[in-house]
């Protein structure tokens, strides 16, 4: 296997041009770790394995939230409703809002691993971190499902830049 440092490929512009063109469901990943709450909204997510049950979610190391996420050991995956855009914003930081004020909007409960899920998203997944890898400026962070709540209805998605609700 390659050194990192060996690795040649293309620029960071075309990269980023070339991934604006996938079609991302939207999530809010949630973290709690003693008494503060923080997460993100993040596109790069996806399943592990059904036996058992685990995801993958890769973080910027230098996200606020990274830090608490390998601190606390579990985390919460939110899946977004094309009803949940401000959500979505919210924990992206593009609304203007202070970071202690993400949690201010939306229905949030707790369920085995007492991270914050998202009551009405499509669905919320409570997850123990396994395992995490560095890859280039990201972690990636599988979670063993450990609780699972569902919710009802369309999507949201995210592609050139722009959320996207599917019809």
Same mark, same amino acid.
């Given at each position: 296997?390659?050194? @990192?440092?060996e690795?040649?490929?293309? $620029? #960071?512009? *075309? ?8 079609? *991302?469901?939207?999530?809010?990943? @949630?973290?709690?770790y ?8 993040? @596109?790069?997510? =996806? ?10 979610? =890769?973080v910027?190391? #230098?996200?606020?939230?990274?830090e608490?996420?390998?601190? &606390? ?7 977004? *409703?094309?009803?949940?855009? $401000?959500?979505?914003?919210? /924990?992206a ?6 970071r202690? #004020?993400?949690? !201010? ?9 007492? $991270?914050?899920?998202?009551? !009405?998203?499509?669905?919320? /997944?409570?997850? #123990? ?9 990201? &972690?990636?962070?599988?979670?063993h499902?450990?609780?699972? =709540? ?17 019809k």
């Amino acid at each position: 296997m390659k050194d @990192t440092d060996e690795l040649k490929g293309i $620029s #960071e512009e *075309s990269f980023k041009q070339g991934m604006r063109q996938f079609a *991302s469901a939207v999530n809010v990943i @949630t973290v709690k770790y003693g008494d503060i709450q923080d997460g993100l909204t993040a @596109t790069a997510v =996806c399943s592990v394995s059904a036996l058992p049950p685990q995801l993958l979610i =890769c973080v910027h190391q #230098e996200a606020s939230a990274h830090e608490q996420l390998l601190k &606390s050991g579990k985390f919460g995956l939110n899946v977004l *409703s094309s009803k949940q855009e $401000s959500i979505a914003k919210r /924990f992206a930081g593009i609304d203007n809002s202070k970071r202690e #004020e993400r949690y !201010d909007i939306g229905h949030w409960t707790q369920l085995t691993t007492g $991270s914050p899920i998202l009551v !009405d998203a499509l669905v919320g /997944f409570d997850c #123990e971190i396994i395992n995490s890898v560095t890859a280039g400026t990201h &972690s990636i962070i599988i979670g063993h499902i450990v609780d699972v =709540c569902y919710g009802d209805g369309t999507p949201l998605v995210y592609k050139d830049g722009k959320f996207i609700e599917l019809k």
